[in-house]
């Protein structure tokens, strides 16, 4: 029986392969058994730089034999990885491995052939990508997903066309980017040479797919992910790294049960009984991603919707308990609260630039925006 135990300091070595993050210079106490007695006794405490994870086996002076082992460096780093991410406002973070989504590739395909992308047609590009993030980040390791929340304390007037939520703050694309970016530059200070890449709804990741099989959540009926314990008003956002970590178990139960709360309140029926949405059929695909005019078949069932739309998340349950969030850089314009209908029909494109300096309403445009509300009246 041998015992081991270490402690480390962490020193960065650049000249190091990507592989061998960085160098541990680790005093190492190696015991080993008195061939004639039952007590232990250090066999030495000499510094000896080794990799993580590595161990040595040498034989002692006595003709037996001792190991010298570092601690496996995953775990440590997922929970500090973890505790950063959380500290920095993140909600909720986990990790999976990364490899091919192998269930998710009939489901895409299925979805692309159905023609669900409507318009979209940037959704058929880069299939293969969309299931394996390795092709994304060369020697990528492991997926970090993480949510971000946008739930507001206060929203519109009840007169007012409406915006979905997450648009009534700067534009979460640069938010959260940038968190993502602090929080990939504090791995590389405290891990060393790490490789990755950020994603906030900017490449072709499937964000859900990943976060469920990371444990934060599942798939509702409207296909967004739900958390028991912020419903599903946050953004999805991704590290993808080539760093071993420890991996959380995947989500596998659906708390959705029998409600169709989402599938009812749907105007235009875009929510299918089957966990799919029929994207060329959403609100928020016509107010947004609909570069034509919009189909007079729909007039009338936008139920003010100008920009995005909210319904299937304000009617479920989980989303009963959702709490406000704390990013000052989600806070909208003093003046969209209070807009009225008329405020917004009368809107000129000084007022648009103004309160929507920074904003993802931004991507409809001036011109969008007032097809959209013409639609309306």
Not at 69 to 93: C, D, P, Y
Request: aromatic share 12%; with cysteine; hydrophobic share 35%.
């Amino acid at each position: 029986m041998y015992l081991y135990l270490g402690f480390q300091l962490r020193i960065y070595n650049p000249s190091l392969p990507k592989y061998k993050k960085s160098l541990l210079l680790c005093r190492l106490l190696c015991f080993e058994k008195h061939p004639k007695q039952s007590s232990l006794r250090i066999k030495n405490s000499k510094p000896t730089p080794v990799y993580s994870g590595q161990k040595y086996k040498s034989p002692n002076s006595l003709g037996n034999d001792y190991f010298c082992v570092t601690l496996n460096n995953s775990e440590q780093h997922t929970r500090w990885i973890k505790e950063k991410a959380l500290s920095m406002g993140f909600t909720s973070i986990g990790v999976s491995r990364a490899g091919f989504l192998e269930e998710e590739a009939p489901k895409l395909e299925q979805w692309l052939k159905s023609g669900y992308q409507g318009e979209m047609r940037y959704l058929e590009n880069h299939f293969d990508k969309r299931l394996d993030p390795r092709l994304l980040v060369e020697g990528a390791k492991s997926v970090i997903s993480l949510t971000y929340n946008y739930f507001p304390e206060k929203t519109q007037n009840n007169d007012a066309y409406k915006l979905a939520k997450y648009a009534y703050g700067q534009d979460y694309h640069h938010v959260v980017k940038a968190k993502l970016k602090n929080l990939m530059q504090a791995i590389q200070e405290e891990i060393g040479e790490v490789a990755g890449r950020a994603f906030t709804d900017s490449a072709p990741v499937l964000e859900r797919a990943w976060a469920e099989k990371s444990g934060l959540g599942w798939r509702g009926k409207n296909s967004l992910l739900l958390q028991k314990q912020h419903g599903s008003f946050f953004f999805l956002a991704e590290l993808v790294v080539d760093l071993e970590l420890e991996y959380d178990a995947e989500f596998t139960t659906d708390h959705c049960g029998t409600c169709t709360q989402c599938i009812d309140v749907c105007p235009t029926e875009a929510i299918l009984p089957n966990n799919t949405v029929d994207g060329s059929k959403c609100i928020s695909y016509y107010t947004i991603e609909l570069k034509n005019e919009l189909p007079s078949s729909e007039k009338g069932k936008f139920e003010n919707w100008m920009f995005g739309c909210d319904l299937c998340q304000d009617v479920c349950p989980w989303n009963r308990f959702s709490k406000p969030h704390s990013e000052p850089l989600f806070q909208p314009h003093p003046d969209l609260l209070q807009m009225t209908q008329r405020d917004w029909e009368e809107i000129t494109e000084d007022v648009f630039q103004k309160v929507f300096r920074k904003s993802a309403v931004k991507r409809t445009k001036f011109s969008g925006l007032k097809r959209n509300i013409r639609f309306l009246k």
